[in-house]
């Protein structure tokens, strides 16, 4: 096996300025827990095919399962995870309940990550 080629700091250095700066700049740790259950829920390859999906237009269940050749109850239980977690929401037409991405933020988010994952491939 070679050599670790990381990048180790030598030095014992401690540079006050830069750590009190970037102490008084980063996120609370809840507002970083909320995030991580945001990517979290954006790990699965069944939510993440729902956002795909809805980022496109707004669907009704029975569009989505269709789409993904899923069934109801699994599709609706995903959903209800998106919605837990804000990022879906739905509204009910007659006897149908169409979904649309809860904002332009996760629309924002997918489109980014999206772009990302085609420039690395």
Request: glycine content about 2%; hydrophobic content about 40%; some cysteine.
């Amino acid at each position: 096996m070679g050599k670790c080629k990381c990048i180790v700091c030598d030095c014992n250095i401690i540079h006050a300025d830069n750590v009190e700066n970037a102490k008084n700049k980063v996120q609370d740790d809840d507002t970083l827990l909320e995030m991580a259950d945001f990517y979290k829920a954006l790990s699965d390859s069944t939510r993440i095919k729902i956002i795909n999906a809805l980022s496109v237009q707004e669907l009704c269940v029975c569009d989505i399962c269709t789409l993904l050749n899923m069934t109801k109850s699994a599709v609706s239980h995903q959903l209800t995870n998106l919605k837990e977690l804000k990022l879906v929401k739905g509204e009910k037409k007659g006897k149908e309940v169409w979904y649309s991405l809860a904002d332009d933020h996760v629309r924002e988010v997918f489109a980014v990550t999206l772009e990302h994952v085609k420039e690395n491939v």
